[in-house]
């Protein structure tokens, strides 16, 4: 497996050496300006995934894609972005030259490590795909709590939201232990869904998903509804029923 590591910065090559992985299968070269990185390119280097720093002396990690894109024989390598910058319009720019995702600086360990090893050709989780970089995305645990007419009017109204539905707690839970991070939860606890609760609990429990935006769809009422949420530090308290008014509401108080 070929990787190629663009940065000026040498501690930076060394984090993403080491979230990625060392291993006999893994061949790793690095360079710490684009122009380097484009002669090795040039030169016949073809890495399964390319990671690129933006800020770099000589030619920038925009510049450097842009000229691999320009390149018949470079055009469709795969890379990713690092970088310190959440700049809309820079975002934008770099959607449009087809990259295959971002990570920020200074690297989160679990966000960075799911995004870079579910672009790897062997080490794939289709759990961890990659993610349209101006999309959100909120996982709903128990696909009785959004109906199918719903979801197509969330999608209608919220093209910039994804939903991904798990059928069950468990299903839930090892999405999110393999590195999937959502922006938002929405968690069933009605009657019909014995693992809500606990589900609810080991998310709060794990030290990599206790930080996790996290509503609940209930019907219990009042006091109790109330208790629960100073209880476990919910993101918000939902009706058992949902409907899209109510979700469009969580969806905006998300992104504020």
């Not at 959004?146 to 109204?157: C, H, M, Q």
């Not at 939903?163 to 839930?172: G, H, W």
């Not at 709060?204 to 009422?221: C, F, I």
């Amino acid at each position: 497996m070929k990787l190629l590591i663009v940065d000026d910065d040498q501690v930076s090559r060394e984090s993403l050496r080491d979230l990625i992985g060392r291993g006999p299968e893994m061949e790793v070269t690095e360079a710490d300006d684009g122009q380097k990185a484009l002669d090795i390119l040039c030169d016949g280097l073809r890495p399964d995934l390319c990671i690129i720093d933006l800020k770099m002396p000589k030619m920038s990690g925009t510049e450097l894609i842009q000229r691999m894109r320009r390149d018949p024989e470079l055009k469709n390598l795969k890379v990713v972005v690092s970088s310190a910058t959440r700049d809309r319009d820079v975002i934008v720019t770099l959607a449009k030259l087809q990259i295959s995702g971002y990570v920020l600086k200074p690297y989160d360990s679990t966000k960075t490590r799911a995004t870079l090893q579910a672009l790897l050709p062997t080490r794939a989780d289709p759990n961890l795909a990659a993610r349209n970089l101006l999309h959100r995305t909120v996982l709903v645990v128990g696909p009785a709590l959004i109906s199918e007419s719903v979801s197509a009017a969330l999608k209608k109204s919220e093209p910039d939201w994804d939903l991904v539905v798990d059928r069950n707690s468990e299903e839930a839970l090892q999405r999110l232990q393999g590195g999937f991070r959502p922006e938002l939860v929405i968690i069933d606890l009605t009657a019909g869904n014995v693992g809500g609760s606990d589900l609810l609990q080991r998310l709060q429990g794990d030290p990599n998903l206790r930080k996790l935006r996290v509503a609940v769809a209930t019907d219990e009422s009042g006091r109790a509804r109330l208790s629960l949420a100073n209880n476990l530090g919910l993101f918000a308290i939902l009706p058992g029923t949902l409907d899209a008014e109510t979700v469009r509401a969580l969806f905006k108080r998300t992104a504020a």
